[in-house]
């Protein structure tokens, strides 16, 4: 607020009605501030608003990705304000060029930009995991206790592939399947399907296998693979185009990475792979000082356009599935923002008798179990906006 000069600097009424002031150029002069403060006021909201849909794009290099890790030490290649739009190119996990062509892919359906990313990358700078996930993305003025919601505003598949394998020693039943086997997967990005076999059709549904932020500090350099309280590698086939992630924020940041691109999946992905393909997603950040704390959110949850979704993360099945079922209380009892809060026996109740527990997956180490509670349940009022 701009504080007014002292009265004695204030020209009297005597002298604003002379005829200085009604000379034009006289008058310019003394509005002029005025007129520019009043400028700055109407453009402020323009100004805020051409921040937030500011748009960047991250493509896939070796400076602008991280091979099989998360880590809160992990130096961002990219910081974006709160209400940033990020355009990230994502590598798949079916391996380098030379592998895709013994396996029968075509040189010119294989992107350019990949030989490049494996020649550029030393191998003192993989692992522990092997997904090759692009960012870390930082978002300004992140800090533990905030949430970080990430809105899923566009998937494209950019080529005409997919993968699918599993090896020695993986996936859910690897004594039945001890080899190695991989399968190239025509897609039509036009039908939006897989030619799986003769007479057999996939339809796809794009989602990015993983998507997650840092770990706690203490976690150090978390490996690709198993997912847990920052998300990650949650494999979850709901993720789709126009789902939302909460993340409760662990580091300074937030430090956001995506890739394992899917164009479909089964819940459970049980020979350890999808329909592996290459993504380019479009991805909203919106942060929420200190929400985490007030919610009490410790794991992340996500929202379809059509349901809620809670997650549970364990080497234990039962226990991720109890987590779940927990963390799907704990919303609907104390976190729904759209709807009065139910007490937790209805809470109970309303996911034993109309929500689906779902096995997301069970070859990540950490198996992976959600609770999906349709938003068509809830028919009355909604809650007041705080």
Known sequence: MTSLPPSSARPSREIANSWLFSDPAVLYKLMRPAHLLL?????????????????????????????????????????????????MQTASTCGPPERLQSEGVAPTQIPAWLAPLYAGVPQSDRGPGGH?????????????????????????????????????????????????????IPLNRTAMTADFAPGITIPLRPFFGSMGIAPPESAGKWNSAPPWMHGGNMDNKELTAGSVIFYPVHAEGALFEAGDGHAGQGNGEVDITALETFLTGTFQFVLHKGEASRQRLLW???????????????????????????????????????YPHLSRDDAYALISTACDVDITQLVDTNDGVHVLCPKSLFTGPKSSPK
């Open 300 to 338: 992340p949850r996500a929202e379809t356009p059509t349901a809620y979704i809670a997650m549970g993360f364990s080497p234990d099945l039962k226990t991720a599935t109890e987590m779940a079922v927990r963390n799907m209380i704990t919303f609907l009892s104390e976190q729904n923002p759209d």
């Open 39 to 87: 400028a700055a006021i109407l453009a402020a909201p323009l100004l805020s608003q051409a921040q937030a849909q500011t748009t960047h794009t991250l493509l896939a290099t070796p400076t602008t990705v991280a091979w099989g890790y998360y880590s809160a030490h992990a130096k961002p290649v990219l910081t974006v304000n709160s209400g940033d739009t990020v355009i």
């Open 132 to 184: 090759i996930l692009t960012g870390p993305v930082a978002v300004a003025d992140a800090q533990p206790g905030d949430i970080l919601e990430v809105r899923v505003l566009k998937i494209d598949i950019t080529t005409d592939f997919a993968c699918n394998g599993f090896g020695a020693g993986r996936g859910f039943l690897p004594d039945d399947f001890p080899y190695g086997r991989t399968k190239i």
